[in-house]
C-alpha cells in the first residue's frame, strides 16, 4: 500500500484559524472519499489532550480515533500557552523531532491524507537548533497556508510565502479564512490583492463552520 500523503497546515500568526481549516479539510476529503486524520506537531497549553485534536473532531463530527487514544496524533502536550521550545522548558521535558516523524509514518501507513497542524507560525522554534519550517524543508512536506482578511495579514502573508520560498517548500494551497468576518473592505481587497500576485497558488475560502460547504479541496486532490 502507498504511504499516505502529508500536508503541513500552518498560519501566518497564531488564532488565524489554522484548527479551523485543518477540521474543514480534513471533514471535505471525508466527504470526496478519501481516508483522513489530523495530526498537531505540538500542543501547548494543555494537559493530557489536544485541544486542537479535539477541535478537528468535532468539526468532522467524528469520536476520538484510536490514534487519537494512543497518542499518535500529538506526541507532545504542553502545559503552559506558549512556544514550544518555552513550553517544553517549563514543563522539563525536551522535544525529540524524530518521534513526531515515527508518528507522522505511522499514520501515513494507514490513511490517504494526514494534515499535520504545526504550532504557530512558520519562524515557532521547536528548540533552540530546529524551527517548524525547517522541519518543513527536512521532511519535504508540502505547505497549505492560512490567513485571513484582518488588518496586517498581508505583510505576514507575504513574509510566510517569500520564507516558504526561500527554504524551497511546495506551497500547495493559501486557506483564506474569512470568518468572523471583521472588515469587509480590507477583507475583499487583501483576497483581490493575493489572487493577483499569486495567481499560481490555489486559493480555498474558508467560510462559516456552520454552513457547507465549508471549504472547497479540490486543489488538494
Not at 192 to 219: C, H, N, Q, S, V
Request: proline letters at 5%; aromatic letters at 8%.
Amino acid at each position: 500500500m502507498e504511504k499516505g500523503k502529508v500536508l503541513f497546515i500552518s498560519g501566518i500568526d497564531t488564532s488565524v484559524g489554522k484548527t479551523a481549516a485543518t477540521g474543514a479539510i480534513a471533514k471535505a476529503l471525508a466527504k470526496a472519499g478519501k481516508q483522513v486524520i489530523t495530526q498537531k506537531m505540538i500542543q501547548t497549553g494543555c494537559v493530557e489532550v489536544s485541544e486542537d485534536i479535539e477541535e478537528h473532531r468535532r468539526i468532522q463530527g467524528i469520536p476520538f480515533t484510536e490514534e487519537d487514544k494512543a497518542g499518535l496524533t500529538c506526541p507532545y502536550i504542553f502545559t503552559y500557552p506558549c512556544s514550544p521550545h518555552m513550553a517544553a522548558a517549563k514543563d522539563g521535558r525536551t522535544i525529540d523531532l524524530k518521534v513526531i516523524t515515527q508518528a507522522t509514518e505511522k499514520l501515513r501507513e494507514r490513511y490517504e491524507f494526514v494534515l499535520l497542524e504545526g504550532a504557530g507560525g512558520l519562524m515557532v522554534p521547536n528548540d533552540f537548533q530546529s524551527l517548524t519550517i525547517d522541519y518543513i524543508r527536512e521532511q519535504g512536506y508540502p505547505l497549505v497556508l492560512v490567513t485571513s482578511g484582518k488588518l496586517g495579514s498581508i505583510n505576514h502573508t507575504l513574509l510566510s510565502l517569500y520564507a516558504a520560498q526561500h527554504y524551497g517548500i511546495p506551497v500547495q494551497a493559501i486557506v483564506y479564512n474569512q470568518y468572523p468576518h471583521i472588515d469587509a473592505l480590507i477583507e475583499a481587497n487583501t483576497l483581490e490583492y493575493l489572487r493577483i500576485k499569486f495567481p499560481e497558488i490555489p486559493l480555498l475560502l474558508l467560510g462559516d463552520l456552520a454552513e457547507e460547504p465549508a471549504i472547497d479541496i479540490t486543489p488538494l486532490l
